[in-house]
Structure formats: structure tokens, C-alpha cells
């Protein structure tokens, strides 16, 4: 079994930066893509951004510029850093990890950015 525990959440204002934090546990697949993605009431949970085991990175046009995703691949973590935050930034943010068909999601962590 995996779990993935998520870390950095809150409230900021427009402007500000959050840095979110991940950590992966159990039985996990070396080469795996692991990433962030972010649901809002009523929406569809959307890509925020991956990166695979090799460092590749992929980012929502909506975030490009502004957030830098980063992993550990010795400590299974992966991190977003968030920075010139917008009011429409915020969502419940939750972490993935997947690989050959398996696909695992954290608890989620709320961030809320205030004008």
C-alpha cells in the first residue's frame, strides 16, 4: 500500500508564497510521476503540476512562471513552490504519485489566498 501525506497548506494573501510539501510511503514504483493538482467546489480536480522520476516537469499554463515543482527521489518527496499568488489559486491542492496503471492521492491541504 502507498500513502502520501501532503504538508504546507493556508491562508496567504494575493502576492504571497506557500510552499507545499509531500511525502510518499509503502510500496513504491521507482520510475513513478509524481505531482500536484487542485479542486475548487463544483469543479473538476485539474492538473497543477508533475514531474517524473528523471526530473521532467510539466505545469498548467494557469501556474507557469509562479510555481516550481521539485522531488527528492531518496526521500520519495515532491514539492510546489508557490509564489505571486492569486485569489483564484485557491483550492484543496492534492498530491499524486503514479506509475503502470497505479495511481494514489493524499488527504488533500486546503490554501486560500485573500485580496
Known amino acids: 500500500q502507498v500513502q502520501l501525506v501532503e504538508s504546507g497548506g493556508g491562508l496567504v494573501q494575493a502576492g504571497g508564497s506557500l510552499r507545499l510539501s509531500c511525502a510518499a510511503s509503502g510500496s513504491i514504483f521507482r520510475t513513478n510521476v509524481m505531482g500536484w493538482y487542485r479542486q475548487t467546489p463544483g469543479k473538476q480536480r485539474e492538473l497543477v503540476a508533475t514531474i517524473t522520476w528523471g526530473g521532467g516537469t510539466n505545469y498548467a499554463d494557469s501556474v507557469k512562471g509562479r510555481f516550481t515543482i521539485a522531488r527528492n527521489n531518496a526521500e520519495n518527496t515532491v514539492h510546489l513552490q508557490m509564489n505571486s499568488l492569486k485569489p483564484e489559486d485557491t483550492a484543496v491542492y492534492y498530491c499524486?504519485?503514479?506509475?503502470?496503471?497505479?495511481?494514489?492521492w493524499g488527504q488533500g491541504t486546503q490554501v486560500t489566498v485573500v485580496s
Open positions: 499524486n504519485i503514479a506509475w503502470l496503471g497505479n495511481d494514489y
